[in-house]
């Protein structure tokens, strides 16, 4: 059935493909002209490899590089394995559903945030030492350990895979969805498989697909990182990322090629990873095949079921704890080692921040509504015609029995168009931010667009709607199509049907996007800053700036309110349909 | 008689001057009416961030300029947008009206021709600027020119934990003695961050042997000779730093909450009074002193610069003025506000601003003028980037 | 003798959902449960294969060849199931789905050999490679038997397996899976609402629920 509106959704899509491609496009050549000599302004005209040389040449720029790929691939490795075992072992039990309701909150933790506290944390001053020092360890003054910004990125590393295991986690309860996980796993233990194994051996190589363009954003993210990178990853030198942002922050304008190279190999290291990942994907299809049919039912994850449930449980511990760090600094007055509580207090910095922090939360927050508004309408825009194109493709495949041959190659060119808008979409999530951003930044100026709330929206809007989209596919494409079919049948307005059936039965994974569209909306630093043309200060910069800094007390307020606003999001994305629907019980699911 | 003629002529000249210079500003402050001024700065302390607040409330009530601070992390960030500007051909409404600037990023601004032209002179209070201090005319070493105003001092100090440390080293070689007897508890900033480096040339103006060429352009064969002393010490220092010197703070500010930390004993900062302000806002427990080498240590400035595409240089301008004068000079000075030293002039003043001055209270750390000494001069800005570059191809490993 | 039903009840919230259930099915054989939809023929089914749901409460007992399965996991009861989805693996072919059931220790060779025989007997030799997606309703089915019967359980049970199936197909694939079970020689409960699916000569049994 297809009514009027219908199928004009294919507008969503191309519209956001055509944005998605020139934005990311202009900024790349932006950075790409820069590292072979080409930056006019400053007199560089003579295209050149020279800036590639010195790259290479800079002193420690070859450890810079294995620190990145070490630590990002590792924490990469690290989420991937832990989520699958996570998932493997605790579907569906008392854990799970807990995760299912700790999620968002920390999720909607920034990761800088998240990294001070985490950093308060671990390091040798920090809580873990003074919860036994001096009664245990004789400590007076703090162990000269080096815990943090180690020169392997281990402490960085381990604060990624903390911070992006949830995220991964959360992207699959949306995947498992789409799985027939119970049936499955009657069939597997009627077979005599233990649940484990069905799990290792059947649900998530099906699971996987649906993670795999996660997959390569957290690790583009984690080779690319920058804050968490400052904060706790090594200095002597930094990882790429952090050299690259200093650079482009040099005095020394000469850096600016610099830093467009280092951007561009930032780039090229995440391009390699993903083609190396994909590589490992070939080779594990190769040897997984044997393996999971060589009819061995037991497996010996069963015995670390308690070891992995206890690495999720200690992820959301520390997750907690360095939330409960920020609170106890910004109510501190004197805090000194080894005192486990500060040993004076203070609302001082509250009363302060509360005051100094209203303009740019209200900025913050009006920017965040508007992307996540419009992120919304233009994922709820495309996932219409996907699920459109998507039905149509199967009533095709019924009309025609004989030609099966003819429309496996149709279906397949189908999932093809699909997987093409995905990869558009995480474009934003795949690329480097410094990479394009910079770019995009000359682009702006030069045409006079910088420094207007709407770019700066525009700017939020790319990383904004892929996180939406993640968030909303599975849930608003796996939504029972009989049920508007019946509606069309009786209301025959395609927009009417969306708006009073469609929309309202899926109101809570619809908010849920848009709070998670609003949290990543909040916590743009880099497009803020180049977009904004530094007009524009929300709460993130002014954690930055004010991280940049030394007083942890007025810092640990900052970021405490830069936390709450995306919570107020999800508590409102919970209760919002409870209100609406109390006495609807199939709405409370 | 020709003589008396000629004062008397020059006098008149001088009225005439100051009188056409007089209506120059009114002229200002009339077009810097309504104007708003986009200042940019770091924004990582509360108590700057509410200075600069205070200042733009006043200069809004005063002359109707409404002052925005853009909070940076770093100015060279500032630098490059500009620069970028500049690369769009933006020559005006550019986004940056004035910036909170020196050094580096000056001569940055200064050599790539992005700043307005030469002002400070212009402004009323520049009159009361000391300027006998070296400094306010050389920013590191590079001609101020006029193209930015002063607006605070600043002198390399040393903090100790007097509950820690009995006695405080006074050369580097004390230093160097106090790693040895306590390893572990003393450190500096990486470079090329501010303090780092400025401790690097502390370092190398103490141990050179003939600090006289440090004033001039560095070539590369005195460099190796001159600066080999100062390998030899941070070669000897580093395995006995925090971290065994694998690990460096990033910046000043994180030196300050290892200190706060208990994780040194010995920091530096570049702001005598900031140890005296960190006490009394509760960032430090009041065991902490200030105290600086025999010798001395090395002083600067800081300014504030109008970009060449400021659309609003009047306000800029009035807003730079008000920044000199007695009242904001004298607040920013007092440690429980700021305590940032004041460029202008004491004796200078009279009357109501020079009481102001008296009123400043003295920090519970902070060393007096005498104690500080005049300050050791930058060395040239070149050998800035050669200790800078060889340091990283030393230590960053 | 083997697959034995002792006066199994299921409580919901204390109250029984059928009358008490007594079978004895012998190897070979099929007995089907009849009953319309919401009766707890389902039910009934999963307290047999050990899959109850925590809400529901078993009393009676289980025995497979005079063995209680009353504490036995699902998977070690070595009893297959058969529902009306065919819940082929959609990431493997149909060599993968049937090797998948194969006991361990099997060499590579062997398992071609037991594969490309239960194919053909399926009459769908030559499929190993085939995308399980590509191929018929029918041959769905007949696969999900196959894969069943592999793993050599010691009974079948079969929940609706024929009834999304179309008319004509129908009948062809209740007589292959019939007769594969008098092949294995195993028991078999067979759970429909459909009167047509009961095997000629097998026990019926109504599932009620006396009222009041």
């Given at each position: ?10 507008i969503f899509p191309v519209f956001v493909m055509g944005l998605f491609s020139v934005t990311i496009l202009a900024g790349f050549i932006g950075t790409l002209l820069p590292s072979f000599n080409y930056l006019p302004v400053i007199g560089h005209t003579n295209l050149s490899l020279s800036v590639w040389f010195d790259f290479f040449s800079y002193p420690g720029i070859q450890t810079s ?525 | ?397 | ?212």
């Amino acid at each position: 059935m297809r009514l009027f509106g219908q199928e004009k959704t294919y507008i969503f899509p191309v519209f956001v493909m055509g944005l998605f491609s020139v934005t990311i496009l202009a900024g790349f050549i932006g950075t790409l002209l820069p590292s072979f000599n080409y930056l006019p302004v400053i007199g560089h005209t003579n295209l050149s490899l020279s800036v590639w040389f010195d790259f290479f040449s800079y002193p420690g720029i070859q450890t810079s590089i294995l620190v990145t790929i070490f630590s990002g691939m590792t924490a990469s490795f690290c989420v991937v394995t832990l989520a699958f075992l996570f998932i493997s072992v605790s579907y569906e039990n008392a854990l799970w559903k807990f995760f299912e309701k700790i999620l968002s909150p920390v999720l909607s933790i920034p990761h800088a945030a998240f990294a001070v506290g985490f950093g308060f944390l671990i390091a040798p001053s920090g809580w873990m030492v003074r919860l036994v020092s001096p009664v245990l360890t004789g400590f007076h003054t703090p162990p000269d350990w080096i815990l943090l910004n180690d020169p392997l990125g281990i402490s960085l590393t381990i604060a990624l895979v903390i911070k992006e295991f949830p995220f991964l986690i959360m992207v699959a309860m949306g995947a498992l969805g789409q799985l027939d996980i119970k049936k499955t796993l009657l069939v597997g233990r009627a077979l005599g498989y233990k649940k484990e194994q069905i799990w290792l051996k059947v649900l998530i190589p099906r699971l996987y697909p649906h993670l795999r363009l996660s997959i390569f954003a957290i690790i583009a993210y984690s080779l690319s990182v920058v804050d968490m990178a400052i904060l706790l990853g090594p200095n002597t030198p930094s990882s790429l990322s952090v050299l690259v942002l200093k650079w482009f922050n040099d005095p020394d304008v000469n850096f600016k090629l610099l830093a467009s190279a280092g951007s561009l190999c930032l780039f090229f290291i995440v391009l390699v990873s993903i083609f190396i990942v994909y590589l490992i994907e070939r080779i594990a299809h190769f040897f997984l095949g044997p393996w999971i049919t060589n009819g061995k039912r037991s497996s010996f994850l069963a015995l670390f079921k308690p070891f992995i449930a206890f690495m999720g449980i200690c992820i959301i511990l520390f997750t907690i704890i360095s939330s409960v760090i920020l609170v106890i600094w910004s109510l501190a007055w004197q805090w000194r080692f080894p005192d486990f509580l500060p040993t004076t207090w203070s609302l001082n910095f509250w009363a302060k921040g509360m005051v100094s922090s209203f303009d740019p939360v209200m900025t913050t927050v009006v920017t965040g509504v508007a992307s996540a508004f419009i992120g919304l309408f233009l994922t709820i825009g495309c996932l219409e015609h996907e699920g459109n194109y998507r039905k149509n493709q199967t009533n095709q495949n019924q009309n025609s029995q004989d030609l099966i041959g003819l429309n496996q190659i149709r279906k397949k060119r189908t999932n093809n168009f699909i997987k093409n808008i995905h990869y558009f979409l995480y474009l934003p999530l795949l690329v480097p931010q410094i990479t394009f951003m910079a770019g995009i930044q000359l682009l702006l100026v030069i045409m006079k667009m910088d420094g207007y709330w709407i770019t700066l929206m525009g700017s939020h809007l790319l990383f904004v709607l892929p996180y939406m989209f993640i968030a909303l596919s599975a849930t608003y494409l796996s939504f029972d199509e009989r049920v508007t079919d019946q509606a069309m049948l009786l209301r025959r307005s395609y927009a009417r049907v969306m708006l009073s059936v469609k929309w309202p039965m899926l109101l809570k994974p619809i908010l849920f996007s848009f709070a998670i569209g609003f949290s990543v909306s909040v916590a743009q630093y880099i497009p803020t800053m180049l977009v904004g043309a530094g007009r524009f200060s929300t709460i993130t910069t002014e954690v930055v700036n004010i991280a940049s800094g030394s007083d942890r007390r007025i810092m640990a307020v900052y970021a405490l309110i830069q936390q709450c606003l995306p919570l107020i999001m999800f508590a409102a994305a919970i209760i919002i349909p409870k209100i609406l629907y109390y006495n609807r019980k199939g709405m409370q699911v | 008689m020709r003589q008396f003629f000629l004062i008397f002529l020059s006098l008149l000249f001088l009225g005439f001057l100051s009188q056409a210079h007089a209506v120059d500003w009114e002229e200002i402050e009339k077009k810097a009416k309504g104007q708003t001024v986009y200042f940019n700065a770091w924004g990582g302390s509360q108590p700057i961030n509410e200075y600069i607040q205070w200042a733009g409330r006043l200069v809004q009530k005063k002359y109707g300029v409404r002052v925005i601070h853009v909070k940076a992390t770093d100015i060279g960030d500032v630098v490059s947008r500009i620069l970028v500007e500049k690369a769009a051909k933006k020559l005006q409404n550019g986004s940056v009206d004035l910036m909170w600037i020196n050094g580096e990023n000056f001569k940055a601004m200064k050599e790539n021709t992005l700043l307005f032209g030469p002002f400070s002179q212009n402004l009323p209070h520049f009159q009361k600027v000391d300027n006998q201090k070296k400094t306010l005319k050389y920013d590191f070493t590079v001609p101020v020119d006029n193209l930015e105003s002063p607006w605070g001092m600043a002198q390399l100090v040393f903090s100790y934990d007097t509950s820690q440390v009995l006695k405080h080293p006074e050369t580097m070689s004390d230093l160097l003695a106090f790693a040895k007897k306590h390893p572990g508890k003393f450190t500096y900033p990486a470079i090329p961050s501010f303090h780092g480096t400025t401790f690097i040339k502390q370092a190398l103006s103490e141990l050179i042997h003939d600090p006289k060429i440090l004033s001039q352009k560095v070539s590369a064969p005195d460099f190796e000779k001159h600066t080999q002393p100062l390998w030899d010490f941070l070669d000897a220092l580093h395995p006995l730093l925090w971290r065994k010197g694998k690990v460096f703070p990033t910046s000043g500010s994180q030196m300050l909450s290892l200190l706060n930390d208990n994780e040194i004993f010995i920091s530096l900062s570049f702001n005598p009074n900031s140890v005296s302000n960190a006490i009394e806002n509760g960032e430090l427990p009041n065991t902490i002193r200030t105290y600086i080498h025999k010798g001395g240590t090395i002083g600067n400035a800081h300014f504030v610069a109008i970009p060449f595409n400021s659309s609003a240089k009047p306000g800029a301008m009035v807003f730079a003025n008000f920044l000199l004068s007695p009242l904001a000079q004298a607040r920013k000075a007092n440690p429980k506000i700021w305590g940032d030293p004041s460029v202008l002039d004491i004796k200078k003043l009279s009357g109501p601003d020079k009481k102001l001055f008296d009123d400043v209270p003295k920090g519970i750390a902070t060393l007096s003028a005498d104690e500080l000494g005049p300050g050791l001069p930058e060395p040239h800005v070149s050998w800035v980037q050669a200790l800078e570059k060889e340091w990283l191809k030393k230590y960053n490993k | 003798m083997s697959l034995e039903l002792e006066n199994i009840s299921i409580l919901k919230q204390r109250s029984s959902i059928f009358d008490p259930v007594n079978l004895v099915i012998k190897p070979g054989e099929i007995t089907t449960i009849m009953g319309p939809s919401g009766c707890g023929k389902s039910t009934l089914l999963s307290a047999v294969s050990g899959s109850l749901d925590k809400v529901f409460t078993l009393k009676g007992s289980v025995f497979l060849y005079g063995r209680d399965m009353a504490n036995l996991p699902m998977e070690k009861r070595n009893i297959g199931i058969l529902f009306q989805d065919d819940l082929l693996f959609p990431h493997m072919d149909i060599r993968g789905n049937l090797a998948f059931a194969i006991k361990e220790k099997t060499s590579r060779a062997q398992k071609n050999k037991i594969i490309d025989t239960a194919l053909k007997t399926a009459g769908l030799k030559g499929f190993e490679k085939r995308d399980p997606s590509s191929l018929s309703g029918g041959q769905k089915a007949r696969i999900s038997l196959l894969r069943s019967l592999l793993a050599k359980p010691t009974a079948l049970l079969l929940d609706e397996p024929f009834s999304k199936l179309d008319q004509t197909l129908k009948a062809k694939i209740r007589a292959f899976v019939f007769s594969q079970i008098k092949k294995m020689n195993i028991p078999a409960l067979l759970v429909t609402h459909d009167p047509m699916d009961c095997p000629e000569g097998g026990v019926i049994l109504n599932l009620n629920k006396e009222k009041g």
